[in-house]
């Protein structure tokens, strides 16, 4: 383990960054070890890595002077927001902020951020297609990410900007899977239209990352994106029913109606959705399968994903 260069992870007891963590673990003939950073290193899910072989650090990405010490020795750093978790793009912006400073201050040699696109490049605040929302956002989730890249782009410490896809989890977590209407028949919701959503199990966007330090030096200061498969939401349908053998339906809503939902962040997820089915060419092309494949050779297809987790997906 001394040999190997550490890559800091933070959100490590989280989607993207345990997915991570568990990659380095599981590669175990790699080059790199996994330092697993937490608020709460006594939590369950710490203890699980902890007992897996990663070594886990505690620090908070609201105090930057942990995030300093967490990084200190460290090769490479994972760098990840949670949104959800606070509903504060200006909190995502402060805290992107804080992670680049400290990672050029422990002397990193390799920063993966986890970003999405600013939305507000293509949909400019002044333009009434969709509402404009916490008074400078259009998707407040996306564009302070996109927003924060330049942090890590102009740091000085090499970095790749790394978007992500809509996670499957979803399905499980954020409750978007079947749903059963009045007529007793099961339904997925989406204001996708016939637009292909790009998408990704949660778990392998850690082995992506895997595979972009890896590469190291070739894809710093470049921007990439990963997905598992881009599936319409008629075609996600179709292999719900298959995984769960019964009819599932696409109901394609308009982002006005999803918008409407009224649940925390529904007006954020309807222009989301509004804005992948309005530029879905370029969203698409952003986020090549051929590339997540590349750097993550044992990526899942919808299917086996679906195969793996169709028990854990609440059917209501």
């Known amino acids: 383990m001394a040999d190997k260069k550490i890559i800091a992870v933070l959100g490590a ?8 963590v568990r990659a380095i673990l599981s590669d175990k003939s790699g080059e790199f070890a996994a330092r697993a950073i937490t608020r709460d290193p006594g939590s369950d899910k710490a203890k699980a ?12 990405v609201d105090d930057a002077a942990s995030l300093r010490a967490a990084f ?6 994972y760098c990840v927001t949670f949104f959800w978790a606070h509903f504060s793009p200006e909190k995502e912006l402060d805290q992107a902020k804080a992670m680049a400073a400290a990672a050029k201050a422990a002397g990193l040699k390799h920063v993966i951020w986890s970003s999405l696109d600013d939305t507000r490049k293509k949909v400019p ?3 009434n297609r969709m509402p404009t929302l916490k008074g400078k956002y259009k998707v407040p989730h996306f564009d302070a990410k996109g927003e924060a890249d330049h942090f890590f782009l ?5 970095a790749t900007i790394l978007l992500t896809s809509f996670f499957w989890d979803n399905f499980i977590y954020f409750g978007m899977g079947p749903k059963k209407g009045p007529d007793g028949k099961f339904s997925i919701v989406l204001p996708m239209g016939d637009a292909k959503l790009p998408g990704i199990a949660a778990e392998d966007i850690g082995g992506c990352a895997l595979g972009i330090f890896k590469k190291g030096a070739a894809l710093a200061g470049k ?3 990963i997905a598992g498969e881009h599936l319409t939401g008629a075609q996600m349908a179709e292999k719900f029913s298959k995984a769960l053998g019964q009819p599932v339906a696409y109901n394609a809503i308009s982002p006005e109606t999803y918008r409407g939902f009224g649940f925390p962040g ?10 992948k089915r309005d530029f879905n060419a370029d969203f698409c092309a952003a986020r090549p399968i051929a590339f997540s494949k590349e750097v993550n ?15 854990r997906i609440p059917l209501n």
Do not use: C, I
């Open 72 to 77: 200190q020795g460290a090769h490479g750093a």
């Open 223 to 225: 921007k990439v994106g």
């Open 125 to 127: 605040l002044s333009d």
């Open 13 to 20: 007891t989280g989607a993207q960054g345990g997915g991570l």
């Open 266 to 275: 529904a007006d954020d997820l309807g222009n989301m959705f509004q804005y």
């Open 49 to 60: 890595l902890a007992a897996a072989g990663a070594e886990v650090v505690q620090a908070d």
């Open 154 to 158: 102009e740091s000085g410490v090499p």
């Open 297 to 311: 050779p044992r990526l899942q297809t919808f299917d086996a994903w679906l195969a793996a987790n169709k028990s």
